[in-house]
């Protein structure tokens, strides 16, 4: 039987043979297609979800054991984390006993957060291990270096205490900053005659009319107002008891009398530049059983050791003072 067709043309009365049109073969090819594409993704997915390759089995393995340490390792940062946070509350519990105020941490805050850690490549994962380990160990170190030392040589009596209670320790300016010192104790050049003498305290700038603050508990026993233009000026002296006493020296202003008791912190006067002074600040001694001493070795409130070792290189500059 022939596979050709024929259609009657009304016109024409005749029938003439059907003709394939360019659409229907554009039609049909793209259908094909379709149907085709459709057919090998359907084939592609089956495959993927039923059948597995022996690598695929290696990753499922690997995949299933990462999830399993990633809770371990997990665990173990937050136990490491914990026990650095409860040894630094410790020390700043130790170190507001000692000193009346908190401590500023010294631990260094980590800005990563605990997935950023564990999704983090092989290198960067095994450094911050180490790094978080080795900070662990110092600290750890510290506290047990610590601890033997109060265990077997410290000894802290009721007059230890009150001793340490009343020493000098908090820097006279209120919101001291360490660049703030600008001459220490010691042999230093003279800003009238410039020849070298012996400064028997610190030089502290500071604004005029900034709080000058008792550096312990004491009380006043010195108030000296002067408008000559050379000596200490206006300034407040402070017993504090065991030998201590401190000046504070070149005031604007002074909040005190003779008499009065002052607590660690209290407002005693203002920066100014009364007496022989070049500029606004605070002159500071520390006096010890009626000697004078380094006050940079009693203003450590507040200070940790980096900070403090800066204020005591600061200190020992041969320069000019300011009074």
Do not use: C
């Not at 690997?62 to 914990?82: A, C, F, G, P, T």
């Not at 160990?137 to 009721?158: D, I, P, Q, Y």
């Not at 230890?160 to 009343?166: M, V």
């Amino acid at each position: 039987m022939s596979s050709k067709k024929y259609n009657y043309n009304p016109k024409t009365l005749s029938f003439e043979r059907k003709r394939i049109s360019p659409l229907r073969v554009l039609t049909m090819a793209v259908a094909f297609l379709a149907f085709g594409l459709l057919f090998f993704v359907g084939l592609l997915f089956l495959q993927n979800y039923f059948v597995e390759s022996p690598f695929e089995r290696q990753l499922r393995t690997e995949n299933s054991e990462l999830k399993r340490h990633k809770k371990i390792v997990s665990d173990r940062i937050q136990n490491v984390n914990s026990q650095l946070e409860r040894l630094q509350v410790k020390d700043d519990e130790l170190y507001k006993k000692i000193f009346e105020i908190p401590k500023e941490s010294s631990l260094a805050s980590n800005t990563d957060s605990k997935e950023d850690i564990l999704i983090a490549s092989s290198p960067a994962f095994a450094s911050w291990t180490s790094t978080l380990s080795n900070e662990f160990e110092k600290v750890a170190g510290a506290a047990k270096r610590s601890n033997s030392f109060f265990r077997l040589t410290a000894s802290v009596n009721k007059k230890d205490w009150n001793r340490l209670q009343a020493t000098p320790a908090l820097q006279p300016i209120e919101n001291f900053k360490i660049d703030q010192l600008v001459s220490g104790f010691g042999v230093r050049i003279n800003p009238f005659h410039k020849g070298k003498y012996h400064h028997d305290g610190v030089d502290i700038a500071a604004a005029r009319g900034a709080n000058v603050v008792a550096s312990g508990p004491g009380m006043i026993t010195a108030v000296k107002k002067s408008d000559l233009l050379a000596g200490f000026g206006n300034y407040v002296e402070v017993d504090h008891g065991f030998g201590y006493i401190t000046r504070y020296a070149h005031l604007e202003e002074i909040h005190v009398r003779v008499g009065q008791k002052v607590l660690k912190g209290f407002v005693i006067g203002t920066v100014g530049t009364s007496g022989g002074s070049i500029a606004p600040h605070l002159h500071y001694e520390v006096m010890l059983e009626g000697k004078n001493v380094d006050p940079v070795q009693f203003m450590i409130q507040g200070l940790d050791s980096d900070g403090y070792a800066k204020l005591y290189v600061a200190s020992k500059k041969v320069n000019q003072s300011l009074d």
